[in-house]
T-cell receptor, first 112, second 111 residues
Framework: DVKVTQSSRYLVKRTGEKVFLECVQD?????MFWYRQDPGLGLRLIYF???????EKGDIPEGYSVSREKKERFSLILESASTNQTSMYLC???????????FGQGTRLTVV | AQRVTQPEKLLSVFKGAPVELKCNYS??????LFWYVQYSRQRLQLLLR??SRESIKGFTADLNKGETSFHLKKPFAQEEDSAMYYC?????????????FGTGTRLLVSP
């Protein structure tokens, strides 16, 4: 089975803190994605990466950055957490050109 | 730009009734369409994709390029179908694999 693993299920951080969300996949997928999931807004793409050290902005990149130093790992960074970044964050990965994406279990981040 | 629209936030039906979850898309290129499902307290998972033209758990979806739609259908709903359903789109036949989702429809099947 494909595994996409996010480092934390729940996180509580203070406003202004730098936050790291980690995601690891074990299927040698080229593509990796970070989404946030909010009620009524669905999944909104923050950033995605199609190769090591390559990244593309999604629809809502403001306030976030990413890092992909190894193929299997994709990190989402909140440079200075704010309360409006309280959300469920989903990581996903996929092969290029074939098949669908596989998702992690999600990280529920609360910024207080 | 890619856009996926799911007009219904909630669809409530009785067990045994037919179900149709609507999905419309806007994209100038050649799209690849997917349906994903999220059951309570589980991770999001792929349900089906238009390329494979398969039926999964009794669900089917046909890509209608003329109407730019990819509606999900099931003739007889079951209680275990209750979940959140998302339609998604990506550009086909390229290395640019941006995957865009709709806002989702919650399906509630009552006994």
């Amino acid at each position: 089975d494909v595994k996409v693993t996010q480092s934390s299920r729940y996180l509580v951080k203070r406003t202004g803190e730098k936050v790291f969300l980690e995601c690891v996949q074990d299927m040698d997928h080229e593509n990796m994605f970070w989404y946030r999931q909010d009620p009524g807004l669905g999944l909104r793409l923050i950033y995605f990466s199609y190769d090591v050290k390559m990244k593309e902005k999604g629809d809502i990149p403001e306030g976030y950055s990413v890092s992909r130093e190894k193929k299997e790992r994709f990190s989402l960074i909140l440079e200075s957490a704010s309360t409006n970044q309280t959300s469920m964050y989903l990581c996903a990965s996929s092969f290029s050109g074939i098949g669908g994406a596989f998702f992690g279990q999600g990280t529920r981040l609360t910024v207080v | 730009a890619q856009r996926v629209t799911q007009p219904e936030k909630l669809l409530s039906v009785f067990k045994g009734a037919p179900v149709e979850l609507k999905c419309n898309y806007s994209y100038s290129g050649s799209p690849e369409l997917f349906w994903y499902v999220q059951y309570s307290r589980q991770r999001l998972q792929l349900l089906l994709r238009h390329i494979s033209r398969e039926s999964i758990k009794g669900f089917t979806a046909d890509l209608n390029k003329g109407e730019t739609s990819f509606h999900l259908k099931k003739p007889f709903a079951q209680e275990e179908d209750s979940a959140m359903y998302y339609c998604a789109l990506r550009e086909a036949n390229t290395g640019f694999q941006k995957l865009v989702f709709g806002t989702g429809t919650r399906l509630l099947v009552s006994p």
